[in-house]
């Protein structure tokens, strides 16, 4: 753990406080489930004082959940919010982010496309890069829909080379460009593989892997993160396809590996469990033998966990816990959505109890409905999640408002004074300043997560020519870069990769 300055401690303690959430792992215990407002309305957790709505209720019947902590409930905008099953139905609502209330409640899918049958709702997927557009498929074809005309464009024709295929759980990147599916037979839908699919040349593969879990893109999509559904010591637990030269490397469950189990990708990283240390581990996809801790679990093995990396924002990711075990547990973190940083530096924001009973279910399918599985909106300031409130009879959708990340006061600023590249970076930055009429001596500073001050140097820009920084003293991580001079002061963030 890196030591934080004074400075820094007192700004990041006085933020924390006023946005009444916790920063230490202490044991908060769960206080009865509040009473709930109708549909609608927002309540206070009374342990962390964040704010919550109720997005679903008994008018919408007992069946209501969102899907995954890595399909995105919110749009790019978190303008409009999709709950995959309100009474079993895929339905949309408008989102006001300022006023956190939901309206204009409506079936997702007003019709099929033409000729073919309901598109899968539990891994429809908002596009990258448009507002109004899902991305979604039936058995055979992927579509992207407009949620605003209610009209589709087929994307692919998977049945023309596969004419056996059954897509299944759905992944994309960023740019709405490479796609990854389940591939399934369709007479007993049973899996026979892998699908990767590159709408940019029309350029589709299969991999025979019938023990298949599942497949995911990254955000860029460059690689794919194959789960064997194989585990044990010894055994290839997980696969990294590189999407371009189509090479893979293999991670073993155990040592040396400790492939990721439960899981989200960044942009070219995966951040997964490791079920022999208890922790949840940091990868560069372009070197995955090599990885470091986000988070230590230590002796506790009570919780379930997911993960959610959707926020744009990499810095922290987003996890959901329940208790999935009658294991002895220490208590922390028990039914929680909480946030950790992602540079190592095992910094968590608690965000909220979510009172999801798990162990008390009548049936596995109430067991798995009623976990949290939270997801992260693209701008980090919202969560949609399920929980069943202790209830073994329905379960609810909720949307959390997340307070601002402003750790000691270093916040990236959105404006033109600098540019870098690349990034992530290995030993070198380049900084340009267009603003700069001439030389110009600028101050460019270079601190951890915590504030703490890694780097300092005084130089003269050339107005000219990018500015070469050098970062190799860096560990891997995510760090924030300060330059100042005549024109002003910027920040940005960016991550060493080795």
């Not at 008994?58 to 999709?82: E, R």
């Not at 109890?353 to 909106?377: C, K, M, V, W």
Request: proline share 5%.
């Amino acid at each position: 753990m890196k030591v934080i300055s004074s400075l820094a401690m007192v700004l990041f303690v006085s933020v924390v406080t006023a946005q009444s959430i916790k920063t230490d792992r202490g044991v908060y215990p769960e206080p009865a489930p509040p009473i709930l407002p109708p549909a609608g309305g927002t309540f206070v957790d009374p342990v962390f004082g964040t704010t919550l709505l109720r997005v679903t209720d008994s008018l919408d019947g007992t069946d209501n959940h969102q899907s995954y902590s890595y399909w995105p409930g919110f749009n790019k905008n978190a303008a409009l919010l999709y709950i995959s099953s309100v009474g079993g139905i895929p339905t949309l609502y408008d989102f006001d982010t300022v006023h956190v209330s939901i309206s204009n409640k409506r079936n997702l899918f007003q019709s099929n496309p033409a000729g073919d049958g309901v598109p899968n709702g539990e891994d429809a997927i908002w596009s990258g890069l448009h507002a109004n557009i899902m991305l979604c498929h039936t058995g055979q074809k992927l579509y992207s829909y407009n949620v605003t005309t209610n009209q589709y464009t087929l994307i692919h024709d998977f049945s023309i080379a596969y004419p056996n295929i059954y897509l299944w759980q759905m992944s994309r990147s960023m740019n709405d460009s490479v796609f990854g599916f389940t591939y399934k037979e369709n007479v007993n839908y049973t899996n026979v593989g892998y699908l990767d699919y590159r709408a940019s040349n029309n350029h589709s593969d299969t991999s025979h892997l019938p023990t298949l879990d599942e497949v995911q893109v990254d955000k860029t999509g460059n690689y794919l993160v194959v789960k064997t559904g194989n585990s044990g010591a010894g055994i290839i637990k997980v696969q990294i396809l590189n999407l371009h030269t189509f090479a893979k490397d293999y991670l073993i469950d155990n040592a040396p590996d400790y492939a990721p189990g439960h899981s989200d990708n960044g942009s070219g990283l995966v951040i997964g469990d490791d079920n022999w240390n208890n922790r949840f581990t940091f990868r560069q996809l372009s070197s995955p033998h090599t990885f470091y801790s986000v988070m230590d679990l230590n002796n506790d093995w009570s919780l379930g966990y997911h993960a959610s990396m959707l926020a744009d924002d990499e810095s922290w990711i987003l996890f959901s816990t329940f208790v999935g075990d009658t294991l002895p547990g220490t208590g922390v973190f028990r039914d929680e959505l909480y946030q950790a940083s992602t540079d190592g530096a095992q910094h968590v924001r608690r965000l909220c109890h979510t009172h999801s009973d798990f162990l008390h279910q009548t049936n596995s399918g109430n067991q798995y409905y009623g976990e949290p599985r939270a997801n992260i909106s693209r701008n980090g300031k919202f969560a949609v999640f399920t929980s069943n409130w202790g209830s073994i009879t329905r379960r609810d959708a909720f949307v959390l408002q997340i307070p601002p990340v402003i750790v000691t006061g270093i916040a990236e600023q959105k404006n033109t004074l600098f540019s870098l590249s690349p990034n992530p970076a290995r030993d070198q930055l380049y900084l340009c300043f267009p603003a700069l009429q001439e030389t110009e001596k600028t101050t460019i500073t270079v601190f951890d997560l915590a504030g703490q001050e890694l780097l300092h140097q005084d130089v003269f820009i050339d107005a000219a020519a990018p500015f070469e920084f050098t970062v190799s003293a860096l560990s891997e991580g995510l760090y924030f870069i300060r330059a100042t001079n005549s024109k002003g002061s910027s920040v940005k963030k960016f991550t060493v990769v080795r």
